[in-house]
Structure formats: C-alpha cells, structure tokens
C-alpha cells in the first residue's frame, strides 16, 4: 500500500490533483490506514497515469469518466471501443477548432504588427485594439470571439 506522497511520486500527478480526482469520481475513495491516512494500491498508479494522459489530450473530466467506465469493462467481450472512439472524435474535433481559432489570432496580430509603427498617436497595434471593426477577422467571423481562443 502506498501513501499519498509515494503515489503522487510514482505517477507524476501532484497531491491535491489526486485529491480533486478522488472528490470528483475519477478515483475511488481509498482505504485508509489506521492512523486514518490514504493508502492506496498499486493499480491506482495506472489509473493515474491514464487519467493524467487523458488531460494531457485535451479530455475533460467527464469524457474521462466515461473514457475510464470503458476501460474498466475492457475485459469483457461485449466491451465496444465504438464509444472510446466516439469522445476521441469529439476531442479531434475541438482541437483542430482551437487550432483555427489560434491560426486567426496569429494571423491577426501579424497584421497589427505590419501596420505603422512610431508614436503612439500612430500606432496600428493600439488603433485596431481600440476599435475591433479594423480587425481583418472582424468581418469574416463575427461570431468569433478572438478573446477566448481556447
């Protein structure tokens, strides 16, 4: 059995991560000793470590309970990976969303920083962030909001 501090050394996730992975369900309660202490076995360093890859992907906690759900029944035969595949899908898809949206900023800002440059009176930079109407992306995607690309 494995106290707290040894899991999170054994699997690389900080001690009140796993905290918030218990409060949240991603974790099963643990034992606990009788000093009342965490001890936990070693399969939750698996699972740790599943769970931290999952957020390294880009999945919310919820689609990881679901992704864990299907790994837990991944024994049985009549297991389909159909839904596994379906929240992958799904994370895909709103990563190549952020990517564009991080293209248009990046295209953006290029081109605030090719406009003049000099006193502050004249600078692009400060112009089109005063009046979102002269960003390039403003006409094209109104319905972006290049505050919160991600």
Not at 30 to 48: C, D, F, K, M, S
Not at 67 to 74: G, N
Not at 140 to 147: A, V
């Amino acid at each position: 059995m494995l106290s707290i501090g040894d899991l999170s050394a054994a699997s690389g996730v900080k001690i009140p991560t796993i905290r918030w992975y218990e409060e949240t369900g991603l974790l099963p309660e643990p034992e606990r000793g009788a000093n009342g202490r965490r001890r936990y076995g070693a399969q939750v360093i698996a699972r740790l470590r599943f769970i931290r890859h999952a957020r390294e992907l880009g999945f919310a906690p919820e689609a990881i309970r679901q992704l864990l759900a299907l790994s837990d029944r991944a024994g049985e035969k009549t297991t389909d990976c159909g839904p596994a595949d379906a929240l992958a899908r799904a994370q895909l898809a709103d990563i190549r969303s952020r990517i564009a949206r991080l293209k248009a900023l990046e295209a953006e800002l290029t081109l605030m920083l090719e406009g003049r440059h000099g006193s502050a009176g004249e600078c692009r930079v400060l112009e089109v962030l005063s009046d979102h109407a002269l960003c390039e992306s403003h006409e094209s995607r109104p319905d972006t909001d290049l505050r919160h690309p991600i």
